[in-house]
């Protein structure tokens, strides 16, 4: 019956779609209150939530018959088999000896699987001629539903701007009579009149707040099924092709244009604040509204604080019954718009938390799959020309212009933030000096001192931070200006410079405290050799590592990527190799940074080792600028973003390491002096009493010497401390 009626609901089908869409805009009659508005709202969600679940269920049965009209063809040949063989052992002659009351009952049974199995071949036969007859029907009633429920969403939106629009109007008509009758209303009887107009003027309020939050409610939903349907498409493109590079591309794409999960924590923090404040705010209004149950009542109590002959004014009775009238009526809407604000906040906060989770969820999926997927062909002869073509096209792109007149507009519409930065930013850069000779003078006093010279130690490490901030903080003060634009050339400049920021504020921060007469040197007790060495190696990190980071950045990044292979894989692989030389001067066995550690302790493990790890150090870098070559580039910048983290962290252990054990020493040193002038006070009480005893003024005091510093023994514990960071 569906093979035969299957083209006539087809044409119907197409008829259908081929008429105009259902109507969007909502319906209600002229002068409809904002209580009967809502009402009709609620009708068209309900409309909307059943086209919702008529989609998802149609989506349900397409997916089940994705998955069975495949599987046809064999479950009909496989029971087709059963079948013969059935047939084939019901024709069987029965065996020898066997009771007439078995047989009967064996024929019986073959019979009965027989007929299953002809009934069971028949329903799969129909089955497919049904998959077959309906082929084309299935997409067009899906199109059909789909019209159906996207006509009967945008019909709830549209509801929100129709309310939206009836509760100002209505709030503009209320305030006016207030202000009207404020005007008009009896001495005795303004406070009353005046408290009426300002619960109008709350209500406006609140009114814009309400205006606020649905934009903001609207478009987290649009984000959040537009995520959703991202994710589940994605998804099931991953389980029909597998991860190939074509998926890998995908998934980097779609990991790209994700938006950022903190925005939406911090706008459902936002709503969770604004839930409380407008909860406790309708509590009390909840409680004016309750006394305002009996009009009456409330009429004779105002009267009973006016004279005798102004309560008994029947005019001014009339004015005192309507003013509170009136005012239970705006009690009663600004509480309606309460209880709406607090829905619209209540959605916004589970919408943000969905669509938070949904946005972890998916980048957790993507970095699950994509890390070894190839990302980009292998290098070969044309990667020069299409470097120069990406060039080009970086320097004459046509969001130069427009991206300029973004930063102007914006430096005149917040002249007094960038006044700010601009004062602090040079304020760094002009007591960067000074701050430089005030460290020093802090490590000449330091070594001074007989104390751990804890202060003095963290106070330098604070100046140090500071001299470092200056060039960092300009980076990420434009990157966090392109922020606040949609142009796709800022959207891929502001997050390069918000990295470049921090790898500049970090390596900086090292190189710093690296100079002469720095921390290292002064309160870390580095050797001179080794803080030069560290210096200039970190001195051309930021010449060369930090412009090639900032070109890798901006090249994923623009344009969805395309020269990311191009211009950003050759930067990638110079960084590399960049990275392979510094790490070589760094952890060579005979150089100047570990060299000497490693040559007081000729015995360690690390020492023996040297052949093993030096290679792997130095040889890391090379390999990811190999996997990059071969097309595996966004595997090789995630690992060379860890390699780097691992770097970071043991420059981090082995300075609070060091500074740890200079404190250490340096309380140690402090115990042993008062130790020995403990001892010498004793000696000096012994002399003195022999001189009252015998008058001898021969003075026993032994000599004191100032205790020093175990160098070979700090060499020890630093090359213990680089053997467990390379062990980390």
Request: proline share 4%.
């Amino acid at each position: 019956a569906e093979k035969e009626n299957g083209p006539t609901k087809i044409a119907e089908t197409r008829a259908l779609l081929n008429q105009p869409p259902p109507k969007s805009e909502p319906e209600f009659p002229l002068g409809a209150t904002v209580a009967e508005l809502e009402q009709l709202r609620l009708a068209d969600d309900e409309k909307a939530a059943e086209a919702r679940r008529d989609l998802e269920t149609w989506d349900a049965k397409s997916k089940t018959r994705a998955e069975r009209k495949p599987q046809m063809p064999a479950l009909i040949e496989t029971t087709r088999k059963q079948l013969e063989e059935a047939e084939k052992a019901k024709s069987n002659a029965a065996p020898d000896g066997e009771l007439p009351v078995l047989g009967a009952a064996r024929r019986l049974d073959q019979e009965a699987y027989v007929l299953l199995l002809r009934s069971q071949l028949d329903l799969y036969r129909v089955e497919q001629i049904r998959y077959e007859a309906l082929n084309e029907l299935f997409p067009l009633q899906r199109d059909v539903l789909t019209r159906v429920k996207n006509s009967a969403d945008k019909r709830v939106e549209l509801w929100k701007t129709v309310l939206a629009d009836a509760r100002r109007d209505e709030s503009a008509r209320q305030a006016q009579e207030a202000r009207e009758k404020l005007r008009n209303a009896h001495p005795t009887l303004r406070d009353l009149a005046e408290d009426n107009s300002r619960l109008t003027l709350r209500r406006k309020a609140l009114q814009e707040l309400l205006q606020t939050k649905v934009t903001e409610l609207t478009k987290a939903n649009a984000t959040f099924a537009g995520i959703e349907q991202k994710f589940k498409n994605v998804t099931e493109k991953e389980k029909r092709a597998g991860l190939t590079t074509a998926i890998g591309l995908m998934l980097r794409s779609q990991r790209t244009h994700l938006p950022d999960a903190t925005t939406y924590r911090r706008q459902q923090l936002a709503a969770e604040l604004e839930i409380v404040r407008l909860q406790t705010e309708q509590m009390s209004l909840e409680d004016e509204r309750s006394d305002l149950g009996d009009i009456g009542a409330q009429v004779e109590a105002s009267l009973k604080l006016l004279s005798a002959k102004d309560a008994a004014d029947g005019e001014l009775r009339q004015m005192t019954t309507e003013l509170l009238t009136d005012r239970r009526q705006y009690l009663d809407n600004l509480l309606a718009d309460y209880d709406s604000c607090l829905q619209t906040l209540a959605e916004t906060d589970v919408v943000c938390r969905r669509l938070e989770s949904t946005i972890q969820e998916f980048e957790s999926y993507i970095d699950e799959r994509v890390l070894w997927i190839r990302s980009a062909t292998a290098v070969d002869s044309g990667i020069i020309g299409k470097t120069w073509t990406a060039s080009q096209s970086f320097v004459a792109h046509r969001q130069w212009r427009p991206l300029v007149e973004f930063m102007v507009r914006d430096a005149q519409t917040y002249w007094p933030l960038y006044g700010l930065f601009l004062i602090v930013f040079c304020l760094i850069l002009g007591l960067s000096r000074r701050m430089r000779h005030f460290v020093a003078e802090l490590g000449d006093t330091a070594q001074k001192q007989l104390d751990s010279g804890i202060p003095l130690t963290l106070l330098a490490t604070g100046l140090t931070i500071v001299m470092a901030s200056a060039w960092p903080l300009l980076l990420w003060f434009i990157g966090w200006r392109l922020s606040y634009t949609d142009i796709n050339l800022a959207s891929a400049l502001g997050p390069a410079f918000w990295f470049c920021a921090g790898v500049l504020w970090l390596v900086d921060f090292f190189r710093k405290l690296c100079r002469r007469r720095g921390v290292a040197e002064s309160f870390l007790a580095w050797p001179q050799s080794i803080v030069r060495s560290l210096h200039a190696i970190l001195l051309l990190y930021v010449a060369g590592g930090i412009p090639l980071s900032f070109i890798v950045a901006v090249a994923s990044g623009l344009d969805d990527g395309m020269s990311a292979d191009s211009i950003g894989r050759l930067a990638f692989v110079s960084f590399c190799l960049l990275l392979a030389v510094m790490l070589r001067r760094i952890v060579r066995p005979s150089g100047a940074v570990i060299g000497d550690l490693l040559r007081s302790n000729p015995n360690s493990m690390m020492y023996r080792l040297r052949w093993l790890w030096y290679p792997l150090a130095v040889g890391s870098p090379l390999c990811l600028a190999v996997l990059a070559l071969m097309g595996y580039q966004y595997t090789a910048e995630q690992l060379m973003i860890r390699l780097q983290l691992t770097l970071v962290l043991s420059m981090v252990l082995v300075i609070s390491y060091t500074m740890l054990m200079q404190w250490m020493l340096a309380a140690k040193r402090s115990l042993a002096m008062k130790q020995a002038r403990a001892r010498r006070a004793a000696a000096l009480a012994a002399a003195q009493r022999e001189t009252d005893d015998d008058g001898s003024a021969n003075s026993p005091i032994p000599a004191v010497e100032l205790p020093q510093v175990d160098l070979s023994l700090l060499n020890q514990q630093m090359l213990r401390l680089v053997r467990g960071t390379a062990c980390i």
